[in-house]
């Protein structure tokens, strides 16, 4: 091995150098606990009320709206239960008690600006969300919540006559995923939050992929609810976000202490959230040079792989697209082994999301923008940073071009596509 490649950043990033730098005292000198009125937890808990200012100026949101998690999963999931309790009475506890009634359905929690009070039970997401809601709301179903998963077209975009359509009276939530983890395609959000906020619904948006890569604005975008997660934008792991609407009552999620303003208990991952702050300061600064210079080792990256190396597609959208994403689908291979032997030549990719990796079933979201299994099968996702280098690319094009032909040969399938083709 020569060099070792990593394209594989959307799984997670290396942790900047001046973030871990950021984070040392809080593991040595100020280690005291945020909620301690002792020097060093004042020092800590200024240090946290740092970050969440860092964070909430990034997003033009107020510092009392960033409640501090272990990372995108447990904000997705506050998210979706929490809005389920708030108009279900749903009980998180009890799945097998469904919806309540009576009292308890009329002491419900509300949406600040809408102060309707009666019980709804449905929300909408799409087929190609991360896991983290997807099974969070297999959870809700299993509690009498109603779920439409919308279909999204060839490029794994939301159809917004369709998500019209599906609004009930009983909607309370929609869910929609900022850019998908796996083919980068980036959803209509500015649109989707003025649907939600015509009709009255939460919108909560999973951000994890798009945080730090892009612009996001919460007010103009009308988001209500948003997760986001620090690992993937050269952050530490183990810590995240979730943005609530200073007017919607959420009840806590994690019971315990007080943390969090008596929303999110347990003792704060102090050093976490310094990186994290440190680490969104230096994704703000650093976002629009970063953008140009990896949509344009993007765009290089695809052109040169779909030129070059027959029967085989670019999943997701062109040009809508997170700016370090690649997904690509070659016929005839078996993506888990193309990973294996790209690693073998130092060079880390993925077939899909970190989350399912290992699976022996086909991607879910490939499926969904109706690519058939044995496609959605040889998929590969190649994701770039700020450090990948166009070497780094041809080097890797060089590599996929051996072993996908290497693969081929020893395919039955291709051999017998080979002979159908006109001489």
């Given at each position: 091995m020569d060099k070792f490649i990593y394209l594989d950043n959307a799984a997670t990033t290396k942790t900047s150098p001046t973030v871990v730098e950021a984070m040392l005292p809080y593991f040595s000198e100020y280690y005291g606990n945020a909620s301690g009125i002792y020097g060093i937890g004042v020092k800590s808990r200024e240090a946290v009320n740092r970050s969440r200012e860092i964070i909430a100026s990034t997003i033009g949101a107020r510092p009392e709206e960033i409640y501090f998690t272990a990372g995108g999963t447990e904000s997705d999931n506050w998210a979706l239960k929490a809005a389920a309790e708030m108009f279900c009475s749903f009980r998180a506890d009890n799945t097998e008690a469904g919806l309540l009634h009576g009292s308890n359905a009329e002491n419900?929690?509300?949406?600040?600006?809408?102060?309707?009070?009666?019980?709804?039970?449905?929300?909408?997401?799409?087929?190609?969300?991360?896991?983290?809601?997807?099974?969070?709301?297999?959870?809700?179903?299993?509690?009498?919540?109603?779920?439409t998963y919308l279909n999204v077209d060839e490029n794994g975009l939301v159809r917004l006559e369709e998500?019209?359509?599906?609004?009930?009276?009983?909607?309370?939530?929609?869910?929609?995923?900022?850019?998908?983890?796996?083919?980068?395609?980036?959803?209509?959000?500015?649109?989707?939050?003025?649907?939600?906020?015509?009709?009255?619904?939460?919108?909560?948006?999973?951000?994890?992929?798009a945080y730090g890569q892009l612009p996001i604005d919460v007010e103009e975008l009308h988001i209500d609810l948003m997760s986001a997660s620090a690992h993937k934008l050269n952050g530490p792991k183990g810590v995240g976000f979730?943005?609530?609407?200073?007017?919607?009552?959420?009840?806590?999620?994690?019971?315990?202490?007080?943390?969090?303003?008596?929303?999110?208990?347990?003792?704060?991952?102090?050093?976490?959230?310094?990186?994290?702050?440190?680490?969104?300061?230096?994704?703000?600064?650093?976002?629009?040079?970063?953008?140009a210079y990896e949509t344009r080792l993007r765009d290089y990256l695809i052109d040169r792989v779909l030129k070059e190396i027959p029967y085989t597609r670019l999943n997701g959208h062109r040009t809508r697209r997170l700016p370090n994403n690649a997904n690509f689908s070659f016929q005839f291979v078996e993506g888990e082994t193309l990973l294996i032997m790209l690693d073998m030549e130092g060079i880390?990719?993925?077939?899909?999301?970190?989350?399912?990796?290992?699976?022996?079933?086909?991607?879910?979201?490939?499926?969904?923008?109706?690519?058939?299994?044995?496609?959605?099968?040889?998929?590969?996702r190649l994701t770039l940073s700020a450090e990948t280098t166009k070497e780094e690319l041809d080097i890797t094009v060089e590599k996929i071009k051996q072993i996908v032909e290497r693969l081929r040969v020893m395919s039955p399938q291709y051999e017998d596509f080979r002979k159908r083709l006109p001489e």
């Open positions: 419900s929690a509300g949406l600040g600006h809408s102060d309707q009070k009666q019980i709804k039970n449905h929300l909408i997401t799409t087929k190609i969300e991360h896991h983290a809601i997807l099974h969070t709301c297999e959870y809700l179903e299993k509690a009498g919540i109603e779920v998500l019209e359509q599906a609004i009930r009276p009983e909607t309370f939530l929609i869910s929609v995923m900022f850019a998908n983890n796996e083919v980068g395609s980036l959803q209509p959000i500015r649109e989707i939050g003025e649907i939600a906020k015509k009709y009255g619904i939460l919108f909560h948006t999973d951000a994890v992929q979730l943005y609530i609407r200073r007017n919607l009552r959420i009840r806590s999620f994690m019971h315990g202490g007080a943390q969090e303003r008596h929303r999110r208990a347990g003792t704060e991952n102090v050093p976490g959230i310094v990186g994290f702050g440190q680490a969104a300061k230096e994704a703000a600064e650093t976002m629009e040079t970063r953008a880390c990719g993925s077939s899909g999301s970190a989350c399912t990796s290992g699976s022996l079933d086909p991607s879910h979201v490939l499926l969904a923008l109706g690519l058939p299994e044995d496609i959605a099968h040889g998929s590969l």
